[in-house]
């Protein structure tokens, strides 16, 4: 069965170092998006992608962010400079062509010292 | 504006006993609404989805939900809970005209044995 996956499933950086979190989203899905789930609290919607460009994004989306799909099956997320409350666990997910169903992948637990 | 609100940020049943999580929401147009589960360290895996069809929706592990108009309700229930269902289980609301995603707090399942 077809799934998400995301890589690393933890990554561990120094405060102001660039990260990028990577995601294979299902091959034949058209809108991608990342959540981050901050521990202990609920889950928060970040951007929506489609048609190689961004659709929606939240405010929490803010210039030290980006996403970029660098080739046909790759979906990253890039944070500039990261700050300590960064630390998360970042979701993608993906979902087809009229079906609102999203799809997630097993997520990266983002710790920024 | 969408939104959704868990009652509940706990609860606790007995294992065999059954089980209700309270979820209201607010959409302005038709929405779609998910119930999803999360067990420690682990992903999002969808439990069960509405998007307009039968307003009793059934989904994995025995789940059920009611999907109700009139009280802006889409309660998660189960005849009689097994200790793997302990557990934190999101309600999400998403409106037709795009795909996002707007979670609840979330509600943490225990089961008592």
């Known amino acids: 069965e077809p799934e998400v996956t995301q890589t690393p499933s933890h990554q561990v950086t120094q405060m102001g170092q660039e990260v990028i979190l990577r995601c294979v989203p299902i091959?034949?899905?058209?809108?991608f998006y990342w959540y981050r789930q901050i521990l202990g609290q609920k889950v928060e919607f970040l951007v929506s992608f489609y048609n190689n460009e961004i659709s929606e994004k939240s405010e929490i989306f803010d210039d030290q962010f980006s996403v970029e799909r660098p080739d046909g099956s790759n979906f990253t997320l890039k944070i500039r400079s990261t700050k300590l409350e960064d630390s998360a666990m970042y979701f993608c997910?993906?979902?087809?062509?009229?079906?609102?169903?999203?799809?997630f992948g097993p997520g990266t637990r983002l710790t920024v010292l | 504006a969408q939104s959704v609100t868990q009652l509940d940020s706990h609860v606790s049943v007995s294992e065999g006993t059954p089980v209700l999580l309270r979820c209201n929401y607010s959409?302005?147009?038709?929405?779609?609404l998910f119930w999803y589960v999360q067990h420690p360290n682990k992903g999002l895996q969808l439990l069960l989805k509405y998007t307009s069809a039968a307003t009793l929706v059934k989904g994995i592990n025995g789940f059920e939900a009611e999907f109700k108009k009139s009280e802006t309700s889409f309660h998660l229930t189960k005849p009689s809970a097994h200790m793997s269902d302990a557990a934190e289980y999101f309600c999400?609301?998403?409106?037709?005209?795009?795909?996002?995603?707007?979670w609840g707090a979330g509600t943490k399942l225990i089961i008592k044995p």
């Open positions: 959409s302005s147009y038709s929405p779609s």
């Open positions: 999400v609301v998403s409106e037709r005209s795009n795909y996002q995603l707007i």
């Open positions: 997910a993906s979902n087809g062509q009229g079906l609102n169903e999203q799809f």
């Open positions: 091959s034949n899905h058209l809108y």
